[in-house]
């Protein structure tokens, strides 16, 4: 992931689910391509967000120990177009989760209007140099800290949880 699709995070319970928004606006360069003179959003960057959405939830939930990454779209199905001015919400909750890899439950939608599910298999691989880092601590916290994650991050019991646990493995 080198680019990041999300506006912010409205609910975050850790190991369990997450909620994050996106605000589809003319501004974002693909709109003008995709397709001239009726923008949408195609339906590989709904999966991007999904995915995004549920890759945070689920390195959170292993510590942030291990990469992950998005090993296989196990199922994907899209009910219309998302355009300029819609505001996508992403729900993910986790199904499954072990040491090497997850299994996430995922849906986006428009107004409350259902738009897309999908089912999300990750891996989680252990740092070392076949594969490559893509931030740095400082960037990812950089970047958590904008989608205030850790303004709404809550065990399940309800408990805060801290930002000051997070650190990716070197």
Known sequence: ?????????????????????????????????????????????????????????VVDAIDYRRRVVLAKVGSSEFGFDAVPGDVLRFEVEIVELTEDGSVVKATSSVAGRPHGRAELFFGHIPPGESVP??????????????????????????????????????
């Not at 606006?25 to 195609?42: M, Q």
């Not at 916290?141 to 493995?169: F, K, M």
Request: net charge negative; proline share 3%; with cysteine.
């Open 1 to 57: 992931m080198r680019w990041f699709w999300l506006d912010r995070f409205e609910e975050f319970v850790r190991c369990r689910r997450a909620t994050a928004i996106k605000a589809v606006t003319l501004a974002e360069e693909h709109l003008h391509d995709h397709f001239p003179g009726a923008a949408i959003v195609p339906n590989s960057l709904v999966l991007e967000g999904l995915a995004q959405t549920a890759g945070i939830l």
């Open 133 to 170: 880092k893509l931030f740095t601590n400082e960037q990812f916290n950089r970047w958590i800290d904008n989608l205030g994650i850790y303004n709404v991050a809550r065990e399940e019991d309800g408990t805060p949880v801290s930002r000051d646990r997070v650190r990716v493995e070197e």
